[in-house]
């Protein structure tokens, strides 16, 4: 699969609050917005797992972390279907 490079300026303070170097601090980066776009369904969680750089099951079982539902969508889908 073909990728795109995204360049993002991290203030040098950012990095030393956060006690991290910028690899991992984009890594971390790139997992919080899969997470934050899969929570709007803007994303798959297919999708969202390849951008977060793991595979789809344990992009799922990551979510609880970030207090995200990972069945959000169907059961908002039940919810409807049943009022």
Same mark, same amino acid.
């Given at each position: 699969?073909? %990728? ?11 990095? $030393? %609050? ?5 690899? *991992?601090?984009?890594? /971390? ?9 899969? /929570? ?7 999708? *969202? %797992? ?8 344990? $992009? ?18 039940? /919810?409807?279907?049943?009022?």
């Amino acid at each position: 699969m073909a %990728a795109q490079h995204i360049t993002v300026d991290i203030p040098e303070k950012v990095l $030393f %609050a956060e006690k991290t170097d910028a690899h *991992a601090f984009g890594k /971390e980066l790139r997992v919080l917005a899969a997470v934050k776009l899969f /929570e709007m369904e803007r994303l798959s969680s297919g999708r *969202a %797992a390849e951008l977060a750089g793991m595979s789809r099951v344990e $992009f799922l079982l990551s979510l609880s972390r970030y207090s995200v539902f990972p069945l959000a969508s169907e059961l908002h889908d039940l /919810e409807e279907e049943h009022a």
